[in-house]
């Protein structure tokens, strides 16, 4: 019954964790740094599983669509790591490096996927340049399929200023909700703006 | 890492030494299936579900080749159980590999990467089939049962419950630890194992090469010595070795490795598993792995490759001349990948060396005509 009771409380612990706050459909400041206009009412997670310079949205759950906002992540940091892992007990994870090319940070987004998510099977194809907050930066397209086993399909946009890495990576279940809500990740995305100690000199 | 898995590795590595023979006549029987009203019909049922998630699993590996190289090394151990007993390859970076009550066997594809020869996957498969044969997970059922371990039968109600809703693998992980062996059921299936690696002419050697191996990938790893599941969970594994290999010099006999026949059974997955293994960036430990296969095939491309991949994405300093150093060992193989001449546009690109980057970009394109990131390395070429 010990065991009972704690998995009980361990269940309402991680439930917990998981504080929600609604962005309207109306300018807002991710983190100070970012400036982005959605065009839905997203959910924004005040403690998620990904851990480090990243603000996290969702629509529908996290399982279904995930918003991921790296709010600067300076050299030598993770893109993030799961919060709930016992990290003493864990490689130290790759970082990321203000001299990294693109296709540098692509792989390292999937060696992050790899080791956040367990899983082999991620891909990352069709990098290029893009124009993105009035500056230059880069994007390209994710598929991750999870321990759950449902495949989800990505894109990734990002750039580098003053030495961090921006950028914004939505994901959703490739069944509906990748393509679904795929409009709304690129209204958000050209709507983007560097703010704050962000801004482009 | 996946502690869970990883601790299933570690039953089968846990505390292998010889000591007196068992029987065959205490095993299981060949063509054993209980009665479904019975407590072990029960626990069969629970487990034939799960395999039939597995079966269907994103994860796991199909390729022909592979699977019937592995299924000739359970039936060479098996014998006479090899019908009973049904091996699938789960394309999973880390060491593990773990046995179900009614057959159904799990080896991952980091275990594959990390068993040199033949001989040293023999030292894991007899032990898991060590636990078959004497209905170790049974056991343990009844135990717990017996002793009114509520937790015990509550871990394994959400762990079905669980399966084709929170993802197959993960929950087989779940079953598996459910029923962690005692320390004289690993004893047990070491004593097994290495009889029948013995009886099918393996060098019984190579379970103490596997254990040692651990240690020492472990060692460069970043994870302090207190902390690893490994460490914490079991005595000294210096001791452990020492008895080991006590064991193995007491029995002598076989002598047969299987390297090349090794080699030649993972072909068809070999650069899938070094991929994989170099998405998990574990820099030292996979250095050690690496290096350690080289040792026994020094002419290996792949193997070469790989190991200036790990220096390549370390990128800590003198790290880029070693990766250029472990390209150029590779190129010198037939068996180099074409994704050497993309990671050499990368160092060169690295070191500002345009002219060189555009050459290794050429030989990349020529070896990779269909190469997907073309596009990627012309942008970058071009910034």
Same mark, same amino acid.
């Given at each position: 019954m010990i065991k009972l009771s704690a998995l009980l409380f361990a269940v309402a612990l991680v439930a917990g964790c998981a504080a929600y706050t609604l962005v309207a459909p109306q300018r807002q400041n991710v983190a100070d740094v970012i400036?982005?206009?959605?065009?839905?009412?997203?959910n924004k997670m005040s403690q998620s599983a990904y851990e480090g310079h990243v603000e996290v949205w969702t629509l529908d759950g996290l399982t279904l669509n995930t918003l991921v906002f790296f709010t600067g992540v300076p050299d030598g940091e993770p893109l993030f790591v799961p919060?709930?892992?016992d990290k003493a007990r864990m490689e130290k994870p790759p970082v990321f490096r203000s001299t990294m090319n693109p296709l540098e940070i692509q792989e390292l987004l999937h060696a992050t996927v790899a080791r956040f998510f367990r899983t082999t099977l991620a891909e990352e194809r069709n990098l290029r340049a893009v124009s993105i907050a009035g500056g230059r930066g880069f994007r390209f397209e994710t598929r991750v399929v999870g321990?759950?086993?449902?495949e989800r399909a990505g894109v990734f946009v990002g750039t580098v200023a003053g030495g961090k890495l921006y950028g914004a990576w939505f994901q959703g279940a490739r069944l509906h909700y990748f393509e679904r809500y795929l409009p709304e990740f690129e209204r958000i995305v050209a709507s983007a703006q560097l703010t704050g100690e962000a801004a482009r000199k | 890492?996946?502690?869970r898995g990883f601790g299933c590795a570690l039953c089968a590595l846990a505390a292998m030494r010889a000591a007196g023979a068992q029987t065959l006549s205490e095993f299981v029987e060949p063509g054993h299936r209980p009665p479904p009203d019975t407590d072990e019909g029960g626990l069969w049922g629970?487990?034939?579900?799960?395999? %039939? !998630?597995?079966?269907? +699993?994103?994860f796991v590996v199909r390729d022909r080749a592979l699977n019937a190289y592995l299924r000739e090394v359970v039936c060479r151990l098996g014998k006479d159980h090899c019908p009973d007993l049904r091996l699938y390859v789960v394309r999973t970076p880390q060491f593990n590999a773990s046995m179900a009550p009614n057959g159904m066997m799990q080896v991952w594809t980091g275990l594959l990467l990390r068993c040199v020869d033949e001989a040293q996957l023999a030292?894991?498969?007899?032990?898991?089939?060590?636990?078959?044969?004497? %209905?170790?997970?049974?056991? *343990?059922?009844?135990d717990a049962r017996d002793k009114s371990n509520f937790g015990a039968f509550l871990s394994l109600g959400l762990a079905v419950a669980g399966v084709g809703l929170a993802g197959t693998v993960a929950n087989l992980a779940l079953l598996a630890s459910t029923f962690a062996y005692s320390r004289e059921q690993e004893h047990e299936a070491d004593r097994i194992g290495l009889e029948l690696m013995a009886k099918a002419g393996y060098t019984r050697i190579a379970a103490a090469e596997v254990w040692e191996q651990l240690i020492a990938e472990l060692a460069a790893g970043t994870v302090e010595r207190s902390q690893s599941v490994l460490f914490a969970t079991h005595p000294e594994p210096e001791e452990r070795l020492g008895a080991l290999r006590a064991a193995a010099a007491q029995a002598g006999g076989a002598e047969e490795r299987g390297l090349e026949r090794h080699r030649t059974g993972l072909a068809a997955v070999r650069e899938l598993i070094v991929r994989d293994e170099l998405s998990l960036r574990q820099y030292g430990r996979s250095e050690v792995v690496f290096d350690r296969l080289l040792a026994q095939a020094p002419g290996d491309g792949l193997l070469w490759y790989g190991k200036g991949e790990v220096y390549?994405?370390?990128?800590?300093?003198? !790290?880029?001349? *070693?990766?250029?150093?472990?390209?150029? *060992?590779?190129?010198? +193989?037939?068996?180099?990948?074409? !994704?050497?001449h993309r990671s050499i546009v990368m160092v060169e690109l690295k070191q500002g060396d345009k002219a060189r980057a555009q050459a290794a970009l050429d030989a990349y394109l020529r070896a990779k005509p269909d190469a997907a990131d073309a596009g990627a390395l012309r942008m970058l070429l071009e910034q």
């Amino acid at each position: 019954m010990i065991k009972l009771s704690a998995l009980l409380f361990a269940v309402a612990l991680v439930a917990g964790c998981a504080a929600y706050t609604l962005v309207a459909p109306q300018r807002q400041n991710v983190a100070d740094v970012i400036s982005v206009e959605p065009g839905m009412k997203w959910n924004k997670m005040s403690q998620s599983a990904y851990e480090g310079h990243v603000e996290v949205w969702t629509l529908d759950g996290l399982t279904l669509n995930t918003l991921v906002f790296f709010t600067g992540v300076p050299d030598g940091e993770p893109l993030f790591v799961p919060r709930f892992a016992d990290k003493a007990r864990m490689e130290k994870p790759p970082v990321f490096r203000s001299t990294m090319n693109p296709l540098e940070i692509q792989e390292l987004l999937h060696a992050t996927v790899a080791r956040f998510f367990r899983t082999t099977l991620a891909e990352e194809r069709n990098l290029r340049a893009v124009s993105i907050a009035g500056g230059r930066g880069f994007r390209f397209e994710t598929r991750v399929v999870g321990r759950d086993e449902v495949e989800r399909a990505g894109v990734f946009v990002g750039t580098v200023a003053g030495g961090k890495l921006y950028g914004a990576w939505f994901q959703g279940a490739r069944l509906h909700y990748f393509e679904r809500y795929l409009p709304e990740f690129e209204r958000i995305v050209a709507s983007a703006q560097l703010t704050g100690e962000a801004a482009r000199k | 890492m996946n502690r869970r898995g990883f601790g299933c590795a570690l039953c089968a590595l846990a505390a292998m030494r010889a000591a007196g023979a068992q029987t065959l006549s205490e095993f299981v029987e060949p063509g054993h299936r209980p009665p479904p009203d019975t407590d072990e019909g029960g626990l069969w049922g629970l487990m034939d579900r799960a395999e %039939r !998630d597995l079966k269907t +699993s994103r994860f796991v590996v199909r390729d022909r080749a592979l699977n019937a190289y592995l299924r000739e090394v359970v039936c060479r151990l098996g014998k006479d159980h090899c019908p009973d007993l049904r091996l699938y390859v789960v394309r999973t970076p880390q060491f593990n590999a773990s046995m179900a009550p009614n057959g159904m066997m799990q080896v991952w594809t980091g275990l594959l990467l990390r068993c040199v020869d033949e001989a040293q996957l023999a030292a894991i498969l007899g032990h898991e089939m060590g636990h078959y044969l004497r %209905r170790h997970t049974l056991e *343990r059922y009844r135990d717990a049962r017996d002793k009114s371990n509520f937790g015990a039968f509550l871990s394994l109600g959400l762990a079905v419950a669980g399966v084709g809703l929170a993802g197959t693998v993960a929950n087989l992980a779940l079953l598996a630890s459910t029923f962690a062996y005692s320390r004289e059921q690993e004893h047990e299936a070491d004593r097994i194992g290495l009889e029948l690696m013995a009886k099918a002419g393996y060098t019984r050697i190579a379970a103490a090469e596997v254990w040692e191996q651990l240690i020492a990938e472990l060692a460069a790893g970043t994870v302090e010595r207190s902390q690893s599941v490994l460490f914490a969970t079991h005595p000294e594994p210096e001791e452990r070795l020492g008895a080991l290999r006590a064991a193995a010099a007491q029995a002598g006999g076989a002598e047969e490795r299987g390297l090349e026949r090794h080699r030649t059974g993972l072909a068809a997955v070999r650069e899938l598993i070094v991929r994989d293994e170099l998405s998990l960036r574990q820099y030292g430990r996979s250095e050690v792995v690496f290096d350690r296969l080289l040792a026994q095939a020094p002419g290996d491309g792949l193997l070469w490759y790989g190991k200036g991949e790990v220096y390549r994405l370390r990128a800590e300093p003198g !790290d880029l001349a *070693r990766a250029m150093e472990a390209y150029a *060992r590779a190129l010198e +193989s037939r068996e180099a990948p074409p !994704d050497t001449h993309r990671s050499i546009v990368m160092v060169e690109l690295k070191q500002g060396d345009k002219a060189r980057a555009q050459a290794a970009l050429d030989a990349y394109l020529r070896a990779k005509p269909d190469a997907a990131d073309a596009g990627a390395l012309r942008m970058l070429l071009e910034q």
